[in-house]
């Protein structure tokens, strides 16, 4: 009950009531117990865990690893508020590299269910078995000294109705708890997880050597067919993984995992980073999918920001999103290149910069800016200004005689490139080749702009005038000249040079869409980017207009020449290439 001294309105809450409020910031739902009890068998080196569950949790929630276990002396200890074996200091708070450490989990969890632990250490003799029940403990038994540790939660919430009330159905719960036992194994290749649900197994990883392997187990093989492996560091940060290429990305999320020091987490600045990677290689409506894995010096980044320790905190954020995003970038890049390069490209050495554009190198091994700009992922920029970044990381190829064979439904083009036959979409290459030329004018400041001898009126909305209002400087930056013609049209006066004739009234009506979303836009480039696509689309020769062989081969030179790039700037696929092996394969003439 409550206490007070008779004088205040101030009282004193009771331990059991102070321990249903810790178990509130931390027992969310079944899944966050086994994601604690998880933890503290990884923590506890083991090579082997179980995880059996009934109606979703609810009913009971039993772990067993092989661990070191717990000493009769630890076991009950454990369940005391703040008992830790990872911390000795608040000093220890700067460095953890465990994945419990708060001392919060067990007497939260006993606080609102019936718990019973079985634990022997290797050197034991007997092992314990208690139970608490209430946050209190009771009796103390000797056990079968099978070192490891069995931990069981039944009637979760049973004290606790209102908590109860708001779950969701079995389904979704053992949803949860599946998602976190999938985390926990993609975190920790070298340990053996297993998943049941009222007594059928539902996933069984066995341990394996990479982070690869239990991807496959994970998501499939196929799904590691359309990946390119992520690899890049910066002095106390390095980011590995895999990535869905452009050209199989879906309008689906999964997955989108982020793994920091092995620990699972959401963050804003990693999650902006990618998207700024894959940039316009990803086709509209569609979202990266990815497994990434940060390394970063515990010293360097803060475990402590959240109670079931889903976010972190990175003293530095702009050296972790620049570090994500170019590495990103340059893997969905190195994915354009022919195997060749790729090759040469690797035997140069992992501290060798795999890419070269622009004014400087993107190295695995780069040092860390001095004076880093400020983030785009906070979304600090406020006006449309240049910039002076690298440009983007693909690779130009060597040169490679092309020989164009024809066209196909005066749609898509048809040539020899070295020995491969490729046949590539003549608009959604040419519109690539332009985009890039665009881009790497706006970001050298060579953005010129040529006059259109006749220009063509356009009517606007009221709501087009204000948006052209707001932003006619901006455009005037990327070569765009918009010029007033009556109270509500306009006329292009000019348009950056190398585009040709375009179709204005389109123009400006995809040109408006995208000036709609710059304020949702975080981020100069993706502000820019948007619109370079838009004019690099309508630039673009269209699908369905008769092309000789020479204008052919020059195309598909420049397209090679921009780094055989495989998605336009909307995500679209550019090409399609069948090698001499291939072509063999097929015709049934390897091995003659």
């Known amino acids: 009950m409550l206490t007070t001294d008779g004088s205040g ?38 090579r082997a865990i179980t995880v059996d569950v009934k109606d979703g949790g609810l009913s009971l929630i039993r772990v067993t690893d092989d661990g070191e276990g717990m000493s009769r002396e630890d076991a009950p200890r454990a369940f005391q508020r703040h008992a830790t074996s990872k911390l000795r200091s608040d000093v220890d708070l700067w460095s953890i590299r465990t994945m419990g450490f708060r001392g919060e989990a067990l007497p939260s969890i006993a606080a609102v269910a019936h718990v019973r632990l079985v634990t022997a250490t290797r050197a034991a003799e007997l092992g314990t078995e208690l139970e608490v029940a209430g946050g209190l403990v009771g009796t103390i038994a000797d056990a079968p000294p099978v070192m490891g540790t069995r931990i069981e939660i039944a009637e979760l919430f049973k004290n606790q109705p209102a908590r109860k009330k708001f779950l969701k159905s079995i389904s979704t719960e053992h949803s949860h708890i599946t998602r976190v036992v999938q985390q926990a194994a993609l975190a920790w290749p070298s340990i053996q997880f297993r998943l049941t649900h009222n007594a059928q197994e539902m996933m069984n990883y066995p341990a394996v050597r990479s982070e690869a392997d ?65 940039g316009s290689f990803i086709a509209k409506g569609c979202h990266p999918r990815f497994v990434l894995f940060l390394e970063v010096d515990p010293d360097r980044v803060d475990v402590n920001v959240h109670p079931t320790k889903r976010e972190v905190r990175f003293s530095d954020n702009e050296a972790v999103h620049q570090l994500v995003r170019r590495a990103v970038r340059q893997a969905l890049s190195r994915e354009t290149m022919p195997n060749d390069v790729q090759d040469r490209s690797h ?38 200004a240049f910039v002076n970044e690298a440009a983007g990381s693909y690779a130009r190829v060597p040169s490679i005689e092309v020989t164009p064979l024809g066209q196909i439904n005066r749609t898509y083009l048809v040539a020899q490139v070295g020995e491969d036959l490729t046949v590539i979409d003549q608009h959604t290459a040419h519109e690539r080749v332009l985009f890039e030329r665009l881009q790497r004018a706006w970001r050298t400041r060579k953005m010129e702009a040529q006059a259109l001898l006749i ?74 980017r948007s619109v370079l696509a838009s004019m690099a689309c309508h630039g673009a020769v269209r699908a369905g207009r008769l092309m000789r062989l020479e204008e052919i081969k020059v195309l598909v030179e420049e397209w090679r020449g921009e780094g055989e790039i495989t998605t336009c700037p909307h995500g679209r696929r550019t090409s399609f290439r069948l090698t001499i092996s291939e072509l063999e394969k097929l015709f049934g003439r390897v091995g003659w």
Request: aromatic share 6%; with cysteine; glycine share 8%.
């Open 347 to 384: 035997r140069a050495g992992s501290t060798q910069p795999v890419a070269v554009a622009g004014s400087h190198l993107f190295s695995v091994r780069e040092s860390a800016p001095a004076t880093p700009a400020p983030p785009a992922w906070q979304g600090v920029e406020a006006q449309l």
């Open 455 to 528: 220009p063509d009126p356009v009517d606007l909305s009221p709501a087009q005038a204000a948006l052209l209002q707001r932003y006619q400087g901006d455009l005037e930056q990327l070569g765009l000249e918009i010029e007033p013609f009556g109270t509500s049209t306009v006329l292009i006066r000019s348009t950056p040079v190398g585009l040709g004739r375009i179709d204005a009234g389109r123009f400006l009506q995809d040109l408006f869409e995208d000036l709609a979303q710059w304020d949702s836009l975080a981020g100069l480039e993706a502000k820019v």
């Open 214 to 278: 239990r991807i496959a187990q994970v998501y499939q093989p196929m799904f590691l067919e359309h990946c390119v492996s992520l690899d890049a560091a910066l002095p106390g940060i390095a980011v590995s993984g895999y990535l869905v290429d452009a050209v199989h990305a879906k309008s689906s999320r999964t997955p989108q995992e982020v793994f920091v020091n092995r620990r699972p987490i959401r963050s804003l600045a990693v999650s902006h980073a990618v998207g700024e990677g894959y």
């Open 9 to 46: 309105k101030i009282c004193i809450l009771p331990d059991d009531v102070i321990g249903r409020i810790a178990a509130g910031e931390v027992v969310e739902r079944p899944a966050a117990v086994v994601k604690e009890l998880l933890e503290n068998s990884i923590d506890a080196g083991s």
